[in-house]
């Protein structure tokens, strides 16, 4: 499975960016498929995650803000994100389940700033 990420960008406070990723290869068999974030010097951390079935999950810092949404005829995975704030700023990984295997693309910068 290779995942490739794109959106990411410099945006100001209260801006909006949307991430997208699609899976490409091997794709049969994903289930879950998620957004991960790694602030500069801090660890990886789940921003949000959503089943095949459709069962979404977020961090308690994004929600009411970010929207992550899937397109499985396209194997892409969306993360919306509105009323960004300067704790957003973090590399973004986009990562999927196939099997009880994690796959891992290579990550989109989104620094929030003005």
């Known amino acids: 499975v290779q995942l490739q990420a794109s959106g990411g960008g410099l945006v100001q406070p209260g801006g909006s960016l949307r991430l997208s990723c699609v899976a490409s290869?091997?794709?049969?068999?994903?289930?879950?498929m998620g957004w991960y974030r790694q602030p500069l010097g801090e660890q990886r951390e789940l921003v949000a995650r959503?089943?095949?079935?459709?069962?979404?999950t977020y961090a308690d810092s994004v929600k009411g803000r970010f929207t992550i949404s899937r397109d499985n005829a396209k194997s892409t995975v969306f993360l919306q994100m509105d009323s960004l704030k300067r704790e957003d700023t973090a590399v973004y990984y986009c990562?999927?389940?196939?099997?009880?295997?994690?796959?891992w693309g290579q990550g989109t910068q989104v620094t929030v700033s003005s």
């Open positions: 959503i089943t095949a079935g459709g069962s979404r």
């Open positions: 990562s999927v389940d196939r099997l009880g295997v994690d796959y």
């Open positions: 290869g091997t794709i049969y068999g994903i289930n879950v």
